[in-house]
Protein backbone atom coordinates (compact mmCIF):
# COMPACT_ATOMS: atom_id res chain seq x y z
CA UNK A 1 0.00 0.00 0.00
CA UNK A 2 0.95 3.71 -0.36
CA UNK A 3 0.36 4.88 3.29
CA UNK A 4 1.71 8.59 2.35
CA UNK A 5 1.71 11.14 -0.24
CA UNK A 6 4.28 14.20 -0.18
CA UNK A 7 6.50 14.50 3.43
CA UNK A 8 4.93 14.21 6.82
CA UNK A 9 6.20 17.30 8.57
CA UNK A 10 7.51 14.67 11.35
CA UNK A 11 9.63 13.17 8.96
CA UNK A 12 11.64 16.65 7.26
CA UNK A 13 11.36 17.69 11.24
CA UNK A 14 13.43 14.65 12.88
CA UNK A 15 15.17 13.23 9.54
CA UNK A 16 16.57 9.65 10.05
CA UNK A 17 16.40 9.30 13.75
CA UNK A 18 17.89 5.42 13.97
CA UNK A 19 17.96 2.87 11.60
CA UNK A 20 18.28 -0.79 11.51
CA UNK A 21 20.03 -3.56 9.75
CA UNK A 22 17.93 -5.85 6.72
CA UNK A 23 17.81 -9.54 7.94
CA UNK A 24 20.16 -11.85 6.26
CA UNK A 25 19.74 -14.72 8.26
CA UNK A 26 17.02 -17.41 9.65
CA UNK A 27 15.88 -16.23 13.65
CA UNK A 28 14.91 -18.21 16.47
CA UNK A 29 12.81 -15.67 18.48
CA UNK A 30 9.63 -16.02 21.24
CA UNK A 31 7.81 -12.95 19.65
CA UNK A 32 8.04 -12.10 15.97
CA UNK A 33 6.40 -7.90 15.88
CA UNK A 34 5.37 -7.47 12.15
CA UNK A 35 5.62 -3.67 12.18
CA UNK A 36 7.76 -0.83 13.57
CA UNK A 37 5.15 1.88 13.33
CA UNK A 38 3.67 2.99 17.04
CA UNK A 39 1.91 -0.27 17.38
CA UNK A 40 4.66 -2.58 16.38
CA UNK A 41 6.90 -0.29 18.83
CA UNK A 42 4.54 -0.42 21.81
CA UNK A 43 4.10 -4.31 22.05
CA UNK A 44 7.90 -4.83 21.95
CA UNK A 45 8.07 -1.87 24.26
CA UNK A 46 6.01 -4.27 26.82
CA UNK A 47 6.66 -7.25 25.87
CA UNK A 48 10.85 -7.23 25.83
CA UNK A 49 9.84 -5.59 29.56
CA UNK A 50 8.53 -9.06 30.40
CA UNK A 51 11.40 -11.10 29.13
CA UNK A 52 10.89 -12.16 26.12
CA UNK A 53 12.83 -12.26 23.02
CA UNK A 54 11.29 -9.97 20.67
CA UNK A 55 12.08 -9.52 16.61
CA UNK A 56 10.49 -6.88 15.09
CA UNK A 57 10.58 -6.44 11.20
CA UNK A 58 9.10 -3.92 8.89
CA UNK A 59 9.54 -3.77 5.23
CA UNK A 60 10.15 0.04 5.07
CA UNK A 61 12.54 1.99 7.89
CA UNK A 62 10.91 2.03 11.38
CA UNK A 63 8.25 4.53 11.59
CA UNK A 64 7.59 5.51 8.40
CA UNK A 65 4.82 3.94 7.78
CA UNK A 66 0.98 5.66 8.95
CA UNK A 67 3.14 6.55 12.05
CA UNK A 68 5.27 9.28 10.43
CA UNK A 69 2.20 10.97 8.86
CA UNK A 70 -0.32 11.17 11.82
CA UNK A 71 -0.80 14.50 12.95
CA UNK A 72 -1.37 12.83 16.24
CA UNK A 73 -3.17 14.51 18.95
CA UNK A 74 -4.33 12.32 21.73
CA UNK A 75 -8.04 12.02 22.70
CA UNK A 76 -10.10 9.94 24.42
CA UNK A 77 -13.16 10.89 22.44
CA UNK A 78 -13.48 8.66 19.43
CA UNK A 79 -14.87 9.65 16.30
CA UNK A 80 -17.76 7.86 17.16
CA UNK A 81 -19.56 9.66 19.85
CA UNK A 82 -20.19 8.13 23.20
CA UNK A 83 -24.14 8.77 22.87
CA UNK A 84 -24.13 6.90 19.43
CA UNK A 85 -21.56 4.09 20.61
CA UNK A 86 -23.57 2.96 23.45
CA UNK A 87 -26.52 1.95 20.73
CA UNK A 88 -23.82 0.06 18.75
CA UNK A 89 -22.31 -1.86 21.54
CA UNK A 90 -23.29 -2.59 25.11
CA UNK A 91 -23.35 0.33 27.14
CA UNK A 92 -20.92 -0.64 29.75
CA UNK A 93 -18.27 -1.83 27.11
CA UNK A 94 -18.47 1.86 25.06
CA UNK A 95 -17.92 3.53 28.16
CA UNK A 96 -15.26 1.44 29.50
CA UNK A 97 -13.52 1.69 25.87
CA UNK A 98 -14.12 5.65 26.27
CA UNK A 99 -12.38 5.14 30.18
CA UNK A 100 -9.73 3.23 28.22
CA UNK A 101 -8.85 5.79 25.60
CA UNK A 102 -8.14 7.86 28.12
CA UNK A 103 -6.21 5.98 30.75
CA UNK A 104 -3.90 5.29 27.34
CA UNK A 105 -3.33 8.90 27.31
CA UNK A 106 -1.90 8.75 30.66
CA UNK A 107 -0.17 5.65 29.85
CA UNK A 108 1.95 7.52 27.02
CA UNK A 109 2.87 10.55 29.48
CA UNK A 110 4.25 7.56 31.80
CA UNK A 111 5.85 5.72 29.04
CA UNK A 112 7.60 8.79 27.94
CA UNK A 113 9.37 9.67 31.40
CA UNK A 114 10.51 5.93 31.84
CA UNK A 115 12.19 6.07 28.36
CA UNK A 116 13.35 9.29 28.48
CA UNK A 117 12.70 10.46 25.11
CA UNK A 118 11.56 13.79 23.56
CA UNK A 119 8.92 13.27 21.56
CA UNK A 120 6.91 16.56 23.06
CA UNK A 121 4.29 14.86 25.09
CA UNK A 122 1.96 17.62 26.34
CA UNK A 123 -1.33 17.34 28.28
CA UNK A 124 -3.75 19.43 25.88
CA UNK A 125 -7.34 20.11 26.82
CA UNK A 126 -9.59 18.86 23.78
CA UNK A 127 -12.60 21.35 21.97
CA UNK A 128 -15.17 19.84 20.09
CA UNK A 129 -18.03 22.51 19.28
CA UNK A 130 -21.20 21.73 17.44
CA UNK A 131 -20.12 22.68 13.65
CA UNK A 132 -24.23 23.59 13.29
CA UNK A 133 -26.80 24.54 15.58
CA UNK A 134 -28.72 21.72 14.68
CA UNK A 135 -26.05 19.89 16.18
CA UNK A 136 -26.29 21.71 19.39
CA UNK A 137 -28.88 19.72 21.02
CA UNK A 138 -27.05 16.26 20.31
CA UNK A 139 -23.69 17.47 21.22
CA UNK A 140 -24.86 18.62 24.41
CA UNK A 141 -26.86 14.94 25.07
CA UNK A 142 -23.27 13.85 24.70
CA UNK A 143 -21.80 16.29 27.06
CA UNK A 144 -24.32 15.54 30.01
CA UNK A 145 -23.75 11.49 29.29
CA UNK A 146 -19.48 12.01 29.79
CA UNK A 147 -20.33 13.92 33.09
CA UNK A 148 -22.41 11.32 33.85
CA UNK A 149 -19.97 9.00 33.85
CA UNK A 150 -17.18 10.96 35.46
CA UNK A 151 -15.33 12.31 32.73
CA UNK A 152 -14.19 15.75 33.18
CA UNK A 153 -15.77 18.04 30.75
CA UNK A 154 -17.47 21.06 30.84
CA UNK A 155 -20.22 22.62 28.56
CA UNK A 156 -19.46 25.92 27.16
CA UNK A 157 -22.11 28.58 25.64
CA UNK A 158 -21.22 30.22 22.23
CA UNK A 159 -19.96 33.80 24.57
CA UNK A 160 -17.63 31.16 25.70
CA UNK A 161 -16.35 29.83 23.04
CA UNK A 162 -16.10 33.38 21.62
CA UNK A 163 -14.25 34.77 24.77
CA UNK A 164 -11.87 31.73 24.94
CA UNK A 165 -11.33 30.69 21.60
CA UNK A 166 -12.06 33.74 19.14
CA UNK A 167 -14.47 32.12 17.13
CA UNK A 168 -18.48 31.45 16.92
CA UNK A 169 -19.82 27.88 17.63
CA UNK A 170 -23.48 27.50 18.91
CA UNK A 171 -21.87 25.06 21.48
CA UNK A 172 -18.90 23.11 22.56
CA UNK A 173 -17.77 20.56 24.99
CA UNK A 174 -14.31 21.26 26.66
CA UNK A 175 -12.17 17.85 27.99
CA UNK A 176 -9.74 18.09 30.41
CA UNK A 177 -8.03 14.98 29.15
CA UNK A 178 -6.43 15.19 25.79
CA UNK A 179 -2.67 15.20 24.97
CA UNK A 180 -0.07 15.80 21.93
CA UNK A 181 2.86 13.95 21.01
CA UNK A 182 5.42 13.39 17.92
CA UNK A 183 4.25 9.91 16.94
CA UNK A 184 7.22 9.37 15.00
CA UNK A 185 9.90 10.46 17.56
CA UNK A 186 8.03 7.69 20.43
CA UNK A 187 8.41 4.81 17.89
CA UNK A 188 11.94 5.22 17.75
CA UNK A 189 12.08 5.74 21.73
CA UNK A 190 10.10 2.63 22.34
CA UNK A 191 12.50 1.04 19.71
CA UNK A 192 15.52 2.03 21.21
CA UNK A 193 14.04 1.02 24.37
CA UNK A 194 13.55 -2.22 23.36
CA UNK A 195 16.44 -2.81 21.74
CA UNK A 196 18.05 -2.38 24.82
CA UNK A 197 16.04 -4.94 26.81
CA UNK A 198 17.25 -7.09 23.84
CA UNK A 199 14.75 -6.96 21.26
CA UNK A 200 16.18 -6.81 17.50
CA UNK A 201 14.68 -4.48 14.82
CA UNK A 202 14.72 -5.28 11.21
CA UNK A 203 13.85 -2.23 8.23
CA UNK A 204 14.09 -3.30 4.55
CA UNK A 205 12.36 -6.76 5.44
CA UNK A 206 9.30 -7.59 4.12
CA UNK A 207 7.44 -10.70 5.48
CA UNK A 208 5.92 -12.43 2.15
CA UNK A 209 4.57 -15.50 4.11
CA UNK A 210 2.79 -16.50 7.51
CA UNK A 211 2.85 -20.08 8.68
CA UNK A 212 0.86 -20.47 11.58
CA UNK A 213 0.28 -23.42 13.75
CA UNK A 214 -0.67 -24.35 17.09
CA UNK A 215 2.80 -25.14 17.81
CA UNK A 216 4.19 -21.90 16.45
CA UNK A 217 4.60 -19.72 13.69
CA UNK A 218 7.04 -19.53 10.58
CA UNK A 219 7.44 -16.20 8.48
CA UNK A 220 9.37 -16.13 5.18
CA UNK A 221 11.01 -12.87 4.08
CA UNK A 222 11.58 -10.96 0.41
CA UNK A 223 15.41 -11.48 1.54
CA UNK A 224 14.81 -15.50 1.89
CA UNK A 225 15.22 -16.19 5.44
CA UNK A 226 13.01 -17.70 8.13
CA UNK A 227 11.84 -16.18 11.08
CA UNK A 228 10.53 -19.19 13.63
CA UNK A 229 8.44 -17.73 16.48
CA UNK A 230 6.27 -19.02 19.39
CA UNK A 231 3.43 -16.18 18.61
CA UNK A 232 3.41 -13.24 16.52
CA UNK A 233 1.88 -10.09 16.56
CA UNK A 234 0.41 -8.67 13.78
CA UNK A 235 1.24 -4.94 13.41
CA UNK A 236 1.16 -4.27 10.22
CA UNK A 237 -1.06 -1.18 10.03
CA UNK A 238 -3.65 -0.94 7.33
CA UNK A 239 -1.33 -3.52 5.39
CA UNK A 240 -2.28 -6.10 7.58
CA UNK A 241 -5.84 -5.91 6.09
CA UNK A 242 -5.03 -8.59 3.65
CA UNK A 243 -4.70 -11.17 6.57
CA UNK A 244 -8.06 -11.21 7.33
CA UNK A 245 -10.80 -12.81 6.10
CA UNK A 246 -14.02 -10.74 6.85
CA UNK A 247 -13.93 -7.10 5.64
CA UNK A 248 -13.52 -5.06 9.52
CA UNK A 249 -12.66 -1.57 8.23
CA UNK A 250 -12.49 0.86 5.18
CA UNK A 251 -9.51 2.79 3.67
CA UNK A 252 -9.92 6.50 3.47
CA UNK A 253 -7.49 9.25 2.80
CA UNK A 254 -7.38 12.43 4.83
CA UNK A 255 -4.89 15.64 4.43
CA UNK A 256 -2.82 17.88 6.92
CA UNK A 257 -0.85 20.71 6.85
CA UNK A 258 1.54 22.62 9.22
CA UNK A 259 2.13 26.34 9.26
CA UNK A 260 4.96 28.18 9.05
CA UNK A 261 6.37 29.44 12.55
CA UNK A 262 4.41 32.54 14.26
CA UNK A 263 5.33 34.46 16.77
CA UNK A 264 2.35 34.00 19.05
CA UNK A 265 2.73 31.53 21.93
CA UNK A 266 -0.70 30.76 22.86
CA UNK A 267 -3.61 31.66 20.00
CA UNK A 268 -6.87 30.65 21.90
CA UNK A 269 -7.31 29.04 25.20
CA UNK A 270 -4.76 26.69 25.99
CA UNK A 271 -3.71 25.78 22.70
CA UNK A 272 -6.04 22.54 23.30
CA UNK A 273 -6.88 20.25 20.68
CA UNK A 274 -10.02 21.75 18.52
CA UNK A 275 -12.13 19.99 15.97
CA UNK A 276 -15.96 19.69 15.52
CA UNK A 277 -19.43 17.77 15.24
CA UNK A 278 -19.31 17.59 11.47
CA UNK A 279 -18.02 14.37 9.65
CA UNK A 280 -15.22 14.63 8.39
CA UNK A 281 -14.16 17.44 10.74
CA UNK A 282 -11.77 20.07 10.86
CA UNK A 283 -9.26 19.99 13.54
CA UNK A 284 -6.08 22.04 14.58
CA UNK A 285 -3.48 21.99 17.39
CA UNK A 286 -0.41 24.09 17.94
CA UNK A 287 2.93 22.31 17.01
CA UNK A 288 6.39 23.12 18.17
CA UNK A 289 8.03 26.84 16.93
CA UNK A 290 4.16 28.27 17.10
CA UNK A 291 3.22 26.29 14.15
CA UNK A 292 -0.61 25.29 13.46
CA UNK A 293 -1.45 22.00 12.65
CA UNK A 294 -4.98 21.79 10.37
CA UNK A 295 -6.12 18.60 9.42
CA UNK A 296 -9.28 17.23 8.08
CA UNK A 297 -11.06 17.43 4.04
CA UNK A 298 -11.15 13.26 4.27
CA UNK A 299 -12.21 11.84 0.87
CA UNK A 300 -13.66 8.44 1.41
CA UNK A 301 -11.72 6.52 -1.07
CA UNK A 302 -8.35 4.86 -0.81
CA UNK A 303 -6.58 5.75 -4.08
CA UNK A 304 -3.34 7.26 -3.42
CA UNK A 305 -2.37 8.73 -6.90
CA UNK A 306 -5.87 10.79 -6.97
CA UNK A 307 -5.02 11.55 -2.83
CA UNK A 308 -1.52 12.76 -3.88
CA UNK A 309 -3.01 15.17 -6.80
CA UNK A 310 -5.44 16.31 -4.37
CA UNK A 311 -2.46 17.27 -1.92
CA UNK A 312 -1.75 20.86 -2.15
CA UNK A 313 -5.37 21.79 -3.28
CA UNK A 314 -6.35 20.20 0.09
CA UNK A 315 -4.04 22.08 1.84
CA UNK A 316 -5.72 25.36 0.25
CA UNK A 317 -8.74 24.48 1.46
CA UNK A 318 -7.71 23.64 4.89
CA UNK A 319 -6.24 26.68 5.24
CA UNK A 320 -9.09 28.82 3.84
CA UNK A 321 -11.45 26.92 6.43
CA UNK A 322 -9.76 27.30 9.44
CA UNK A 323 -9.14 31.39 8.08
CA UNK A 324 -12.54 31.72 7.98
CA UNK A 325 -12.73 30.14 11.23
CA UNK A 326 -10.09 32.35 12.89
CA UNK A 327 -9.67 35.21 10.77
CA UNK A 328 -7.37 37.30 13.01
CA UNK A 329 -5.00 33.99 12.53
CA UNK A 330 -3.20 34.31 9.01
CA UNK A 331 -1.47 31.08 8.68
CA UNK A 332 0.40 30.15 5.82
CA UNK A 333 1.04 26.52 4.94
CA UNK A 334 4.84 25.50 5.34
CA UNK A 335 4.21 21.36 4.74
CA UNK A 336 1.37 19.75 3.62
CA UNK A 337 0.71 15.92 3.21
CA UNK A 338 -1.96 13.08 3.29
CA UNK A 339 -2.13 9.37 4.34
CA UNK A 340 -4.80 6.51 4.38
CA UNK A 341 -6.03 6.11 7.30
CA UNK A 342 -8.69 3.11 8.00
CA UNK A 343 -12.54 3.57 9.50
CA UNK A 344 -14.06 0.63 11.12
CA UNK A 345 -18.27 0.15 11.31
CA UNK A 346 -18.61 1.40 15.36
CA UNK A 347 -15.03 3.52 15.69
CA UNK A 348 -13.66 0.88 17.70
CA UNK A 349 -10.12 -0.93 16.88
CA UNK A 350 -9.43 -4.74 16.54
CA UNK A 351 -7.44 -6.35 18.91
CA UNK A 352 -7.27 -9.96 18.97
CA UNK A 353 -7.10 -13.45 17.61
CA UNK A 354 -8.62 -14.91 14.48
CA UNK A 355 -8.95 -18.73 14.16
CA UNK A 356 -7.09 -19.11 10.54
CA UNK A 357 -3.84 -18.02 12.07
CA UNK A 358 -3.27 -19.66 15.36
CA UNK A 359 -0.48 -17.81 17.49
CA UNK A 360 -1.11 -14.74 16.24
CA UNK A 361 -2.40 -11.69 18.09
CA UNK A 362 -3.28 -8.86 15.71
CA UNK A 363 -3.17 -5.02 17.20
CA UNK A 364 -5.14 -3.05 14.82
CA UNK A 365 -5.64 0.90 16.09
CA UNK A 366 -8.18 1.61 13.61
CA UNK A 367 -9.83 4.82 13.19
CA UNK A 368 -8.83 8.40 14.41
CA UNK A 369 -7.18 7.46 17.99
CA UNK A 370 -5.11 4.60 16.29
CA UNK A 371 -2.59 5.83 18.90
CA UNK A 372 -4.56 5.62 22.00
CA UNK A 373 -5.87 2.17 20.53
CA UNK A 374 -2.26 1.10 20.06
CA UNK A 375 -1.18 1.41 23.94
CA UNK A 376 -4.72 -0.51 24.54
CA UNK A 377 -4.07 -3.10 22.06
CA UNK A 378 0.01 -3.82 23.23
CA UNK A 379 -1.23 -4.05 26.71
CA UNK A 380 -4.04 -6.60 25.92
CA UNK A 381 -1.43 -8.85 23.65
CA UNK A 382 0.99 -8.63 26.59
CA UNK A 383 -2.10 -10.27 28.63
CA UNK A 384 -3.16 -12.58 26.20
CA UNK A 385 0.67 -13.67 25.09
CA UNK A 386 1.28 -14.31 29.28
CA UNK A 387 -2.30 -16.21 29.81
CA UNK A 388 -3.54 -13.46 31.88
CA UNK A 389 -6.75 -12.75 31.87
CA UNK A 390 -7.67 -9.27 30.20
CA UNK A 391 -11.27 -7.98 31.00
CA UNK A 392 -11.53 -5.75 28.54
CA UNK A 393 -10.27 -8.14 25.46
CA UNK A 394 -13.42 -8.79 23.97
CA UNK A 395 -14.55 -5.02 23.71
CA UNK A 396 -12.07 -5.26 20.76
CA UNK A 397 -12.24 -8.76 19.66
CA UNK A 398 -12.93 -9.71 15.87
CA UNK A 399 -16.15 -11.13 17.00
CA UNK A 400 -17.56 -8.16 18.84
C1 LIG B 1 -2.70 12.23 8.25
C2 LIG B 1 -2.99 11.33 9.41
C3 LIG B 1 -3.38 11.89 10.61
C4 LIG B 1 -3.62 11.07 11.72
N1 LIG B 1 -3.92 11.67 12.90
C5 LIG B 1 -4.04 10.92 14.02
C6 LIG B 1 -4.25 11.55 15.28
O1 LIG B 1 -4.36 12.77 15.37
N2 LIG B 1 -4.31 10.75 16.37
C7 LIG B 1 -4.19 9.39 16.30
O2 LIG B 1 -4.25 8.72 17.33
N3 LIG B 1 -4.02 8.77 15.11
C8 LIG B 1 -3.93 9.50 13.97
N4 LIG B 1 -3.72 8.89 12.77
C9 LIG B 1 -3.69 7.43 12.73
C10 LIG B 1 -2.34 6.93 13.21
O3 LIG B 1 -1.31 7.57 12.51
C11 LIG B 1 -2.27 5.43 13.00
O4 LIG B 1 -3.31 4.82 13.73
C12 LIG B 1 -0.97 4.85 13.49
O5 LIG B 1 0.13 5.54 13.01
C13 LIG B 1 -0.90 3.39 13.05
O6 LIG B 1 0.30 2.87 13.51
P1 LIG B 1 0.71 1.40 13.16
O7 LIG B 1 1.97 1.14 13.83
O8 LIG B 1 -0.45 0.51 13.44
O9 LIG B 1 0.87 1.42 11.57
P2 LIG B 1 2.14 1.92 10.73
O10 LIG B 1 2.76 3.12 11.29
O11 LIG B 1 1.71 1.96 9.31
O12 LIG B 1 3.16 0.74 10.94
C14 LIG B 1 2.95 -0.53 10.36
C15 LIG B 1 4.26 -0.97 9.77
O13 LIG B 1 4.11 -2.32 9.33
C16 LIG B 1 4.94 -2.52 8.23
N5 LIG B 1 4.46 -3.68 7.50
C17 LIG B 1 3.21 -3.92 7.05
N6 LIG B 1 3.16 -5.13 6.44
C18 LIG B 1 4.39 -5.65 6.49
C19 LIG B 1 4.98 -6.87 6.02
N7 LIG B 1 4.26 -7.79 5.35
N8 LIG B 1 6.29 -7.09 6.24
C20 LIG B 1 7.04 -6.17 6.92
N9 LIG B 1 6.53 -5.00 7.38
C21 LIG B 1 5.23 -4.74 7.18
C22 LIG B 1 4.81 -1.22 7.44
O14 LIG B 1 5.92 -0.99 6.64
C23 LIG B 1 4.65 -0.17 8.54
O15 LIG B 1 5.84 0.55 8.82
C24 LIG B 1 -3.50 9.67 11.61
C25 LIG B 1 -3.13 9.10 10.40
C26 LIG B 1 -2.88 9.90 9.31
C27 LIG B 1 -2.45 9.28 8.01
Redesign the pocket.
Known amino acids: MD??SHLPYWLIKNGIISTFPSLKKDEHTDIAI???????ALAAYYLSDCGYKVTV????HAG????A??????QYEIDTPLSKLIKLVPKQDAIQAYKLCREAIYTIQEICRNIDTTAHFRVRSSLQYASYKKDTTTHKEEYLLRKKQGFDVTWLEPDDIADKYGFDAPGAILSKDGAEID?YKLTHGLLNYATANGATVYDN???EHITCTKNGTTLQTNTGCYIKAKYLVM??????LQYIPKKVAEVHS?Y?LVSEPMNTEEFWHKNSLVWETAMPYLYFRVTDKNRILV?GKDDAFYNPRLRSSRTKQKAEQLVETFTRKLPHIQITADFSW????AVTKDGLPYIGTIPSLPNTYFAL?FG?????F?VIAATIIRDMIMGKKNADAGKFSFNR
Open positions: LHIGAGISGIDRRMGSTASTALLATTIAGGYESTAGSGAFGGNGIVS
